[in-house]
C-alpha cells in the first residue's frame, strides 16, 4: 500500500510541476495582448478627435467669417 501512496505522489507532484512550468510565458502574452489593445483604443481615439478638431475648426471659420463680412 505504501507503494502505491508513493507512486501517486510523485506523480501528483510531476504534474503540479509540469502545469507551473506550462504557465511561464503567460504574464508576458497577457501583456503583450494588453499593449495591442491599448494601441488599437489610441488610435481610435486619435481619429476621433481628428475629426472633432476638423469640424470645430471648420465651424469656428465660418462664424468669424459671418461676423467679419
Known amino acids: ?3 502505491m501512496i508513493l507512486l501517486t505522489y510523485y506523480f501528483i ?13 503567460e504574464g508576458v502574452i ?6 495591442l ?3 488599437a ?3 481610435l481615439m486619435w481619429i476621433g478627435i481628428q ?4 469640424d470645430a ?3 469656428t ?3 468669424i467669417a459671418k461676423i467679419g463680412s
Open 1 to 3: 500500500m505504501s507503494d
Open 13 to 25: 507532484q510531476g504534474t503540479v510541476a509540469r502545469a507551473i512550468r506550462d504557465e511561464k510565458g
Open 30 to 35: 497577457s501583456a503583450a495582448i494588453a499593449v
Open 37 to 39: 489593445i491599448m494601441a
Open 41 to 43: 483604443l489610441g488610435a
Open 51 to 54: 475629426q472633432l478638431w476638423g
Open 57 to 59: 475648426s471648420s465651424q
Open 61 to 63: 471659420s465660418d462664424q
